[in-house]
């Protein structure tokens, strides 16, 4: 019966779709979309009683309590995330990997801004707006909840907040051994810098 109801709403749409609105325009009505998506997909700023018990989500905290570590020169604004207990940055063969993949990008060390969140106490993406100023960020096996992001979004979907660009996946070290992975990421990648 669920089956059958939920076959009926996808008709539903589809029809409405089809006959108001061309696929490059698509406004659903915001009672559809509620029914689409029964669970928050943004989280108030003021309300963090949604957030999934399953993400652990250190203390706020708009203070970081370390200096401020990262490693290239930030020159255009995208911000790696990372999280290496044993590295201050990331591991070498992470690192020749990472360079790889901007290269592919069209992009350098120079360009972007890594930071390893195993180097802070408490660290939220306020912290990170805040001194990095990022356009783009790539949580590299870095859970959004992580940051204190109050938006969920699944690994390899471009999603944006407070006029950034967020991307989630897994880190490079599992990146590296997946020729799947890797071609998730590119298609992300791809979408993201307009390669």
Not at 70 to 98: A, M, Q, R, W
Not at 115 to 132: A, G, P, R
């Amino acid at each position: 019966m669920k089956n059958q109801r939920n076959k009926k709403k996808l008709t539903v749409i589809s029809t409405f779709i089809n006959h108001y609105m061309d696929l490059n325009n698509i406004d659903l009505p915001q009672n559809l979309v509620a029914e689409l998506y029964p669970d928050v997909l943004v989280i108030p700023y003021d309300d963090s009683s949604h957030i999934s018990a399953n993400i652990d989500v250190p203390e706020t905290s708009n203070k970081i309590e370390n200096e401020w570590i990262s490693f290239g020169n930030n020159e255009k604004n995208i911000t790696l995330i990372v999280n290496y207990k044993d590295s201050k940055h990331l591991p070498d063969d992470e690192l020749s990997f990472l360079s790889e993949i901007l290269s592919a990008c069209r992009l350098s060390i120079g360009d972007v801004a890594i930071l390893n969140i195993n180097n802070f106490k408490n660290i939220s993406y306020k912290d990170v707006f805040e001194k990095l100023e990022p356009a783009i960020v790539i949580l590299l096996g870095v859970d959004p909840g992580h940051i204190q992001l109050p938006v969920v979004f699944p690994e390899f979907q471009v999603q944006s907040f407070s006029k950034t660009s967020f991307l989630f996946s897994p880190p490079l070290q599992e990146l590296r051994n997946d020729k799947i992975l890797k071609s998730k990421l590119w298609v992300c990648l791809k979408q993201i810098f307009g390669i």
